[in-house]
């Protein structure tokens, strides 16, 4: 057992303090502001709540606490005014993506004691140390009554038989600092956000996770110093904001090497796509093959097949990872309109010909009829997305390979999409200091 889990396991012998006969009836939302300052230090401070102490922690500490609270899912979730809460009876965080501040309510909070910034003291089964005793262990995939000492970067916890102590460590004194950089990483739907992963011979370990808000595309970390000298790649991913697997997600949007600490991120490394779309290209028809009426009919279906192949795939695209999919659009005066998505452009789509179409079969490839309700396609655009899968919004992704005008062209006519990835490429700068 090292020295510091030795003083835990000491002090949490020691008496509560005495109940001075006030209720206590839970956290409230409401009294906790919104966090302020970047996700950087671990800033601590207790405030009197009469028979409770309000450990205040704030910095990167807060930001590790919410993460726990997230990743246990045994906490309430609220979202309110952009703000994401995860609270218990006694601990709350709030979190607007990036930055977080926590507050935890204790019958015994004590500054400065035994080489920790904070230490939280109370009852193993009804304190606010053991709601995140128990959150780190659920955030940490064991039982909290198979444990009895649990660490993590910024907090050190354990229990007896009755009680359980925590301590708030200086995670700061053996920092490395990741510093992230992007050029055109586009702003998620709100229920997702995205996370950094450093990739080591034992595996993915998290930098941190951040929210793109349309204006900023710089991020600093503070991580371990161990973890910064074994690290050999950076990886982004996609995740989803609540309720998130410990583990990355398979949608990875760029990754890279590092190279004496600098890693250029790109969507064509083979840990994120492994492509730039540069080389996509193909077409559509215009037919509804779901209606007897093709000749009256033919310009309210898109149909990405080349009648000229026997029909064949109209469309030639480099296989995607797992975690993203295609998507087929298109765009007239109302917004977008999925036409579906799909993985293999010689395979029928998820929804084969669409909620709108009419009664007969339809052929393989992708594609949609616009029956009932009618809607005619010509003077619109044609677009394929590629798309996060699950996916973090109802409109098109950022990345668009490939996409054209509706031509009045006849029945069955192939049209060509024009290449547009240029326009539609991410890149970044992951560096260890």
Same mark, same amino acid.
């Given at each position: 057992?090292?020295?510091?889990?030795?003083?835990?396991?000491?002090?949490?012998?020691?008496?509560?303090?005495?109940?001075?006969?006030?209720?206590?009836?839970?956290?409230?939302?409401?009294?906790?502001?919104?966090?302020?300052?970047?996700?950087?230090?671990?800033?601590?401070?207790?405030?009197?709540?009469?028979?409770?102490?309000?450990?205040?922690?704030?910095?990167?500490?807060?930001?590790?606490?919410?993460?726990?609270?997230?990743?246990?899912?045994?906490?309430?979730?609220?979202?309110?005014?952009?703000?994401?809460?995860?609270?218990?009876?006694?601990?709350?965080?709030?979190?607007?993506?990036?930055?977080?501040?926590?507050?935890?309510?204790?019958?015994?909070?004590?500054?400065?004691?035994?080489?920790?910034?904070?230490?939280?003291?109370?009852?193993?089964?009804?304190?606010?140390?053991?709601?995140?005793?128990?959150?780190?262990?659920?955030?940490?995939?064991?039982?909290?009554?198979?444990?009895?000492?649990?660490?993590?970067?910024?907090?050190?916890?354990?229990?007896?038989?009755?009680?359980?102590?925590?301590?708030?460590?200086?995670?700061?004194?053996?920092?490395?600092?990741?510093?992230?950089?992007?050029?055109?990483?586009p702003v998620l739907g709100d229920d997702f956000l995205y996370e950094g992963?450093?990739?080591?011979?034992?595996?993915?370990?998290?930098?941190?996770?951040?929210?793109?808000?349309?204006?900023?595309?710089?991020?600093?970390?503070?991580?371990?110093?161990?973890?910064?000298?074994?690290?050999?790649?950076? %990886? =982004?991913?996609? *995740? !989803?904001?609540?309720? @998130?697997? $410990?583990? +990355?997600?398979?949608?990875?949007?760029? #990754? /890279? &090497?590092?190279?004496?600490?600098?890693?250029?991120?790109?969507?064509?490394?083979?840990?994120?796509?492994?492509?730039?779309?540069?080389?996509?290209?193909?077409?559509?028809?215009?037919?509804?093959?779901?209606?007897?009426?093709?000749?009256?009919?033919?310009?309210?279906?898109?149909?990405?097949?080349?009648?000229?192949?026997?029909?064949?795939?109209?469309?030639?695209?480099?296989?995607?990872?797992?975690?993203?999919?295609?998507?087929?659009?298109?765009?007239?005066?109302?917004?977008?309109?999925?036409?579906?998505?799909?993985?293999?452009?010689?395979?029928?789509?998820r929804d084969g010909a669409g909620p709108a179409a009419g009664p007969d079969?339809?052929?393989?490839?992708?594609?949609?009829?616009?029956?009932?309700?009618?809607?005619?396609?010509?003077?619109?655009?044609? %677009? =394929?997305?590629? *798309? !996060?899968?699950?996916? @973090?919004? $109802?409109? +098109?992704?950022?990345?668009?390979?490939? #996409? /054209? &005008?509706?031509?009045?062209?006849?029945?069955?006519?192939?049209?060509?999409?024009?290449?547009?990835?240029?326009?539609?490429?991410?890149?970044?700068?992951?560096?260890?200091?």
């Amino acid at each position: 057992m090292s020295k510091k889990l030795s003083t835990i396991v000491l002090l949490a012998l020691a008496p509560l303090a005495c109940d001075s006969g006030e209720s206590f009836e839970g956290v409230n939302p409401d009294a906790l502001g919104a966090p302020a300052g970047k996700a950087d230090g671990s800033e601590v401070a207790i405030a009197d709540a009469g028979a409770y102490d309000v450990l205040q922690i704030r910095g990167d500490a807060a930001v590790e606490l919410y993460d726990i609270f997230d990743r246990s899912g045994g906490f309430t979730s609220l979202t309110r005014e952009g703000l994401d809460y995860r609270y218990g009876v006694y601990s709350i965080c709030v979190s607007n993506g990036e930055a977080a501040s926590c507050n935890l309510y204790s019958r015994t909070a004590t500054m400065d004691v035994g080489g920790f910034l904070a230490t939280i003291h109370g009852d193993r089964f009804d304190s606010a140390s053991s709601e995140v005793f128990g959150a780190m262990a659920r955030a940490q995939g064991v039982s909290p009554a198979n444990v009895s000492e649990l660490t993590s970067d910024a907090f050190l916890c354990a229990k007896t038989s009755v009680d359980v102590w925590c301590g708030v460590t200086d995670g700061g004194s053996n920092d490395a600092k990741l510093e992230l950089s992007f050029a055109d990483l586009p702003v998620l739907g709100d229920d997702f956000l995205y996370e950094g992963w450093l990739i080591t011979e034992d595996g993915p370990v998290t930098s941190g996770r951040f929210v793109v808000n349309g204006d900023e595309d710089s991020h600093t970390f503070n991580i371990d110093r161990e973890l910064a000298d074994a690290s050999v790649m950076f %990886v =982004l991913t996609i *995740e !989803p904001k609540f309720g @998130d697997d $410990p583990a +990355p997600s398979d949608t990875h949007i760029v #990754a /890279g &090497p590092f190279d004496g600490g600098v890693a250029q991120l790109t969507m064509n490394h083979g840990a994120a796509f492994g492509t730039d779309f540069l080389d996509s290209k193909g077409g559509f028809i215009l037919e509804t093959p779901t209606t007897a009426g093709i000749a009256d009919d033919f310009d309210q279906g898109v149909w990405f097949l080349e009648p000229a192949a026997g029909p064949g795939a109209g469309l030639e695209l480099p296989e995607l990872p797992a975690g993203w999919r295609y998507e087929g659009w298109v765009v007239g005066e109302d917004g977008p309109i999925s036409t579906g998505t799909f993985v293999d452009p010689s395979m029928a789509d998820r929804d084969g010909a669409g909620p709108a179409a009419g009664p007969d079969g339809a052929p393989p490839f992708p594609g949609q009829d616009f029956i009932d309700p009618a809607m005619k396609l010509t003077g619109t655009t044609v %677009v =394929l997305s590629v *798309e !996060p899968d699950p996916d @973090d919004s $109802p409109m +098109p992704f950022f990345i668009k390979p490939l #996409a /054209g &005008p509706v031509a009045e062209e006849g029945a069955g006519v192939f049209q060509s999409l024009g290449n547009i990835a240029e326009q539609s490429q991410v890149s970044g700068l992951a560096t260890l200091e």
